[in-house]
């Protein structure tokens, strides 16, 4: 079991790939090169699967402030002990001199780690423990000149190290004292085993220049809203969680951390969800990030490729990969015992019918700043509304479950969302446009919607057509454009849910869902200020972002009885959920 709690985590990116840092720092988590790479670190998951420590020995610390240095993801760690307090300063570098969308071009793949005495005396460890290949791989350690070479399998990874380290049965280990005004720099590079070897820099530099890298891709937006510290935060975790190379967006940077500890919904969110699409999208637009936007779709309409006559699928990897086979890495313990450890998402094979309308609504909320659509971006369009076009079918549904298909009542507003976005696009969509047909089944949808999926008894929109069962993802009826928040069984709706679906102020995704989902409750915020309940959404909204960890992340799922983080971390779709209530707030009547 890993010795420290989900919220625990501190997040750096170098906007290809993400590591996780522990309040007492220690690396658990790192996979070098690209988001959904092999780990070298997996601690996360499994005690003996690797890590990096750099901190004050056991028992020492008496007290654990963290930070992120102004506008980056550069951490801060400052630890008191008994002998004095020492800084330890952690980041994924950035290439020298990179400033604002160039942030993550050609990142050197180098972490970055700087100890600073601030008073008294303090005994500090280091311990490397690199285990490739998600722990698979027992390394042999060379340690020569102030650095220890390791080199195992596809990759090779140096550390560069001030104080001697002695390396036993792939360990390399260090306790050494740290006084007032010393600063000490460590560096982990890895490279690929056959191409140029690992970069090197001044870890010191290198923290200087990456924070100020960050602070230019922050210069570069300007959101004109209420809670801007808390927006510009989630954005910067949404930056953190871009795949730079492509502009994809990632759900999570981690694979397999439990919804419930010790069960096994455990799944690899280190992919691209067009799901997702439109909510990150809608908050790349309120963080008035249009470089962004237009990246994200033309990822999307290249990922998609020519898709036919078969659906367009839900997710890809960063790179556009359609292919994510899951497998199971059985040799991993999981976290907190939560087997399988999975690699890869089966759910790349679901059909699901929310995804044209997450696509094509957002493609209508963005229309002017997309300029002149492209033949493959015109033809992604087209092919999700033909795709909308058979909301008749049953399908997997915005949580993916797996088990039969159901007639998912939110897949089939988002749906019409897609066909109503398409009819209005439609000068915009070229000869293969059909808007007259387009609106002729969106008038269907609505009809449907309307008259199946009431459910009188439970005084509700339910999640499936002739369904009892009440769940979340009906709120984003009213994000679709279909049933507005103030018609009477949407207001009833709102009520049931915000009742019936509680769990200590969060909203469950259904009755027994083990915790409370962050997006769901932001999504909750917007529903009661779009129905003119505004003071009742502030509350709810800051009542929720205070759940974030100390450094403002977000998990998937926060336990409503021990206020723990569960599910995979940070994850986009809480952050971008934060961003849109904040500007509901902000603007309550905007798309």
């Not at 942030?103 to 793949?109: A, K, V």
């Not at 423990?129 to 998600?134: A, D, F, K, S, V």
């Not at 009542?409 to 976005?421: F, I, N, R, Y």
Request: proline share 7%; net charge negative.
């Amino acid at each position: 079991m890993s010795e420290a709690a989900i919220a625990d985590y501190g997040l750096l990116s170098d906007r290809t790939s993400a590591a996780l840092v522990s309040r007492d720092g220690s690396v658990d988590w790192w996979c070098p090169g690209r988001f959904d790479s092999p780990s070298v670190f997996a601690r996360l998951l499994d005690p003996d699967a690797g890590r990096w420590a750099l901190g004050p020995v056991p028992g020492s610390v008496r007290r654990t402030e963290r930070t992120y240095l102004d506008g980056s993801l550069v951490l801060r760690t400052l630890h008191r002990t008994g002998g004095g307090e020492v800084v330890v300063t952690d980041a994924l570098a950035a290439e020298p001199g990179a400033r604002g969308h160039d942030l993550g071009r050609n990142s050197p793949s180098i972490l970055a780690r700087v100890v600073e005495g601030i008073t008294g005396t303090v005994r500090m460890r280091c311990e490397f423990t690199p285990r490739p290949e998600y722990g698979l791989i027992v390394p042999y350690l060379h340690c020569r000149h102030g650095e220890v070479h390791a080199t195992a399998g596809p990759l090779t990874l140096v550390l560069r190290s001030p104080v001697p380290l002695d390396c036993v049965h792939g360990r390399a280990y260090a306790e050494f004292d740290v006084s007032a005004g010393q600063v000490l720099g460590f560096d982990l590079a890895y490279a690929p085993v056959y191409g140029p070897p690992p970069r090197q820099v001044d870890p010191v530099a290198a923290l200087a220049d990456t924070a100020e890298s960050w602070r230019s891709l922050r210069d570069l937006h300007h959101y004109h809203g209420r809670y801007p510290e808390l927006v510009q935060q989630s954005m910067r975790v949404v930056h953190g969680l871009t795949y730079q190379p492509s502009g994809a967006v990632v759900a999570a940077v981690t694979t397999s951390l439990p919804e419930r500890l010790g069960g096994s919904d455990n799944y690899d969110y280190r992919y691209a969800w067009l799901r997702d699409f439109f909510l990150a999208m809608r908050a790349l637009w309120v963080a008035a990030c249009p470089h962004d936007t237009g990246r994200l779709f033309e990822w999307a309409a290249r990922s998609a490729g020519r898709s036919g006559d078969q659906p367009v699928p839900i997710m890809y990897g960063v790179a556009g990969e359609r292919d994510l086979s899951e497998y199971s890495l059985e040799h991993l313990r999981g976290y907190a015992g939560s087997r399988p450890v999975r690699i890869g998402n089966e759910a790349w094979r679901q059909t699901q019918h929310d995804v044209p309308g997450d696509v094509l609504v957002c493609a209508y909320l963005l229309r002017d700043q997309l300029g002149d659509l492209s033949e493959e971006l015109r033809a992604l369009l087209v092919g999700l509304a033909e795709q909308a076009t058979r909301w008749r079918e049953p399908d997997a549904g915005m949580w993916e479950r797996r088990g039969p298909e159901r007639h998912y009542l939110a897949s089939k507003a988002l749906c019409w969302g897609a066909l109503d976005s398409a009819v209005h696009l439609a000068p915009l969509l070229g000869d293969r446009a059909d808007p007259r047909r387009w609106a002729v089944v969106r008038d269907e949808i609505r009809d449907t919607v309307l008259r199946a999926g009431w459910n009188e008894s439970v005084g509700a929109f339910t999640g499936a057509i002739g369904s009892t069962e009440l769940d979340a993802s009906a709120l984003v009826l009213p994000f679709s454009g279909m049933v507005p928040a103030t018609d009477p069984r949407m207001r009833a709706t709102i009520e049931a849910i915000a009742s019936g679906l509680d769990a200590d102020g969060l909203v469950r995704r259904w009755p027994d869902d083990p915790a409370g989902f962050v997006a769901c409750t932001f999504w909750l915020v917007e529903c009661l200020v779009m129905a003119g309940e505004p003071e009742r959404a502030a509350t709810l909204f800051e009542r929720t972002a205070a759940r974030a960890n100390d450094l403002g992340l977000f998990a998937e799922q926060i336990d409503p009885r021990t206020g723990a983080h569960l599910g995979n971390t940070p994850l986009a779709l809480s952050h971008v959920g934060l961003v849109g209530a904040a500007w509901r707030l902000t603007r309550p009547s905007f798309v």
